[in-house]
């Protein structure tokens, strides 16, 4: 069984900044992609950003310059490094990866984190 697990979340202040980590453990036998994103009350899932193989990355428009996103092969880790966070980036953090995993076959999925809660205010 193939898990994420993110930490990093929390309070901080208007301008302030936080990092998100996000580690894939299991039965992987290798990672394709993996990003972040995350929902507010009220608002649908959107991407934030999102990284793959290659290190080829993208990101949601609301967080470009501000947000940046990479990740470490060799730990199957993924992070969100968050500057000038404001209000409205206030929501739950969902860590997103796209693994290939050896269970009893070899199979390709994606697999969601449990999300982590990143609250913007003063």
């Known amino acids: 069984q193939v898990q994420l697990v993110e930490s990093g979340g929390g309070l901080v202040q208007p301008g302030g900044s936080l990092r998100l980590s996000c580690v894939a453990s299991g039965s992987i036998l290798s990672i394709n992609a993996m990003g972040w994103y995350r929902q507010a009350p009220g608002k649908e899932r959107e991407l934030v950003a999102r990284?793959?193989?290659?290190?080829?990355?993208n990101y949601g428009d609301s967080v470009k310059d501000r947000f940046f996103i990479s990740r470490d092969n060799t730990k199957n880790t993924v992070y969100l490094q968050m500057n000038s966070l404001n209000p409205e980036d206030t929501a739950v953090y969902y860590c997103?990866?796209?693994?290939?995993?050896?269970?009893?076959?070899?199979?390709?999925?994606?697999?969601w984190g449990q999300g982590i809660r990143v609250t913007v205010s003063s």
């Open positions: 990284i793959i193989s290659g290190g080829s990355t």
């Open positions: 997103n990866a796209d693994i290939t995993e050896t269970t009893v076959t070899v199979t390709r999925r994606m697999r």
